[in-house]
T-cell receptor
Framework: GAGVSQTPSNKVTEKGKYVELRCDPISGHTALYWYRQSLGQGPEFLIYFQGTGAADDSGLPNDRFFAVRPEGSVSTLKIQRTERGDSAVYLC????????????FGEGSRLTVL | AQRVTQPEKLLSVFKGAPVELKCNYSYSGSPELFWYVQYSRQRLQLLLRHISRESIKGFTADLNKGETSFHLKKPFAQEEDSAMYYCAVLEYNFNKFYFGSGTKLNVKP
């Protein structure tokens, strides 16, 4: 079976542009997480979905960031009016349910804002 | 507030030497602790979790609630252990994982 898939793997954009990053979790995994990893840092929590709803979006840095998971499977992280400080690797992870305690990560989407 | 602290950014040891990667956490509830590993050009993956109390690839980690630590240990390091290691705590009530900043382990031949 396929693991967590993230597209694009690499995205270069200009300051002020809009960006979408996609995550396709492992089939049947109800929990989905977005993390951001800057150089030299560990993954930083952004948002957590249980099914279709965002159970916790407290990690989103500001209202330029938004994420959806309309059918409880694929999720899209949307960043408006990108800034240079948004440059990072965006990681998606999924787990079977909230109690398994194991996250399965994608390979990440590297975003560079020029 | 920093929930997971990994004080060493880089740890270099020779093959066959013991290795200990330090992790301290701050969490008021009953924590669940994990170690995740990222080998070169691979995705982040689970190495071990404290509730399993098992040894994976020769690594063990003991949760010390008194010292709020969860150090990762291996008695004899191998070159293939070279990787980035991240300690993580699960904030169970909210199902949020917090990761440390990571330690790069370099095992020299």
């Amino acid at each position: 079976g396929a693991g967590v898939s993230q597209t694009p793997s690499n995205k270069v954009t200009e300051k002020g542009k809009y960006v979408e990053l996609r995550c396709d979790p492992i089939s049947g995994h109800t929990a989905l997480y977005w993390y951001r990893q800057s150089l030299g840092q560990g993954p930083e929590f952004l948002i957590y979905f249980q099914g279709t709803g965002a159970a916790d979006d407290s990690g989103l840095p500001n209202d330029r960031f938004f994420a959806v998971r309309p059918e409880g499977s694929v999720s899209t992280l949307k960043i408006q009016r990108t800034e240079r400080g948004d440059s990072a690797v965006y990681l998606c992870a999924s787990s079977r349910d909230r109690d398994t305690g194991e996250l399965f990560f994608g390979e990440g989407s590297r975003l560079t804002v020029l | 507030a920093q929930r997971v602290t990994q004080p060493e950014k880089l740890l270099s040891v020779f093959k066959g030497a013991p290795v200990e990667l330090k992790c301290n956490y701050s969490y008021s509830g009953s924590p669940e602790l994990f170690w995740y590993v990222q080998y070169s050009r691979q995705r982040l993956q689970l190495l071990l979790r404290h509730i399993s109390r098992e040894s994976i690839k020769g690594f063990t980690a003991d949760l010390n609630k008194g010292e709020t630590s969860f150090h990762l240990k291996k008695p004899f390091a191998q070159e293939e252990d070279s990787a980035m290691y991240y300690c993580a705590v699960l904030e169970y009530n909210f199902n949020k994982f917090y990761f440390g900043s990571g330690t790069k382990l370099n095992v020299k031949p």
